[in-house]
């Protein structure tokens, strides 16, 4: 019985671990660090945001106040979600949400999902004007 509890636990760890995994080209890397602000900030209350492993496809994006937003989210490698606590937003995995965002500012966007060694490092910016 213990050497059963003992394999689950390995193999769970391994999944949760492996769960980011795939190919890294570092391609994403490169195009996220040579975009400009002006680039990354357009803004556009309808927002596409793809998971690339351990990294948002940009690194802001921007909205209006008092308009209701629509972000529709993708993961092309790996598997991860996304959230913005202060304004009750959470997609785990491919999928839409609507919300309203009434005060001005800067909100943080991070994966939900624990997906390995990166996860504290997929972080991006929705700056609501």
């Not at 019985?1 to 980011?20: E, G, I, Q």
């Not at 975009?35 to 357009?42: F, G, Y």
């Not at 939900?112 to 929705?126: F, Y």
Request: with cysteine.
């Amino acid at each position: 019985m213990k050497r059963w509890l003992l394999a689950t636990v390995l193999f769970s760890a391994l999944f949760v671990l492996a769960a980011c995994g795939g190919k890294d080209t570092g391609d994403a890397t490169e195009q996220v660090e040579n975009t400009t602000p002006s680039e990354t900030s357009t803004v556009s209350n309808e927002i596409n945001i793809t998971g690339i492993n351990f990294e948002f496809d940009q690194g802001e994006y921007t909205v209006k106040a008092g308009e209701e937003v629509t972000i529709t989210y993708k993961n092309e490698e790996g598997m991860h979600g996304i959230a913005i606590d202060e304004l009750d937003m959470d997609i785990k995995g491919d999928g839409e949400a609507t919300f309203t965002p009434t005060e001005p500012g800067e909100y943080t966007i991070y994966c939900n999902i624990p997906c390995g060694a990166g996860h504290a490092d997929m972080k991006s910016t929705l700056i609501v004007t």
